[in-house]
């Protein structure tokens, strides 16, 4: 079956204690992406990945970190969590064709709290 | 930078009551504006992709259509199993931009 699947679902950790959650796709594709998603604020982007070893920040990068050292994979890294990175998270993964693009395929959501 | 909004922000609607949901956009460059579904504490599920204005697509109640400056998401005679919050995004030159989203609730 074609996915993208994030782990953990949920996670308290506490202030200051690195964590990574992490990102797997199935479908070979090029694009990956994280969001957070809060109240009121909608999808926001944290980072997206055009491709190996490409990494570009998005709308709300700051304490956050990834890598693409592999196609299929594409991990969170929080390096000093804060309560204020409480949120739902979603990884995503998407190709082109030419100048089109695909619909993303989205995770299931990582849900953190961060106390 | 390019913007997507999105309205009414929810529609309460009774089963068997058609109505459309908007999604105004300014991009650079549009390569692909997207409909998804999401359910609460779910990531959200892809509907449609539309690429130029006049195009259409259909998936059983709903039907998605765009012009140069705005899509429409038609919802005909909905079911309670509707319910949910629909989103618009549009992918420009560099970067995917969501809207906040129309939550819909749908009456038996």
């Known amino acids: 079956e074609a996915q993208v699947t994030q782990n953990p679902r949920y996670l308290i950790t506490v202030t200051g204690k690195k964590l990574t959650v992490t990102c797997s796709q199935n479908?070979?594709?090029?694009?990956m992406s994280w969001y957070r998603q809060d109240p009121g604020l909608g999808l926001r982007q944290i980072y997206y990945?055009?491709?190996?070893?490409?990494?570009d920040k998005g709308d709300v990068p700051e304490g956050y970190k990834v890598s693409r050292k592999e196609k299929r994979n594409f991990p969170l890294i929080l390096e000093s969590p804060s309560p204020n990175q409480t949120s739902l998270y979603f990884c995503?993964?998407?190709?082109?064709?030419?100048?089109?693009?695909?619909?993303?395929?989205f995770g299931s959501g990582t849900r953190l709290t961060v106390v | 930078e390019d913007q997507v909004t999105q309205s009414p922000e929810a529609l309460r609607l009774q089963e068997g009551e058609s109505s459309s949901l908007n999604c105004s956009y300014t991009?650079?460059?549009?390569?692909?504006l997207f409909w998804y579904r999401q359910d609460p504490g779910k990531g959200p599920e892809f509907l449609f992709t539309?690429?130029?204005a006049g195009e259409e697509k259909e998936k059983e109640r709903l039907k998605a259509t765009l012009t140069k400056k705005e899509s429409f998401l038609h919802i005909t005679a909905p079911k309670p199993e509707d319910s949910a919050t629909y989103l618009c995004?549009?992918?420009?030159?560099?970067?995917?931009?969501f809207g906040a989203g129309t939550t819909v609730t749908v009456r038996a």
């Open positions: 995503a993964s998407s190709f082109s064709r030419g100048s089109l693009y695909y619909g993303y395929t």
């Open positions: 479908m070979n594709h090029e694009y």
């Open positions: 990945s055009m491709n190996v070893e490409v990494t």
């Open positions: 991009v650079s460059g549009l390569r692909g």
């Open positions: 539309l690429y130029s």
């Open positions: 995004a549009v992918q420009g030159d560099y970067k995917l931009s």
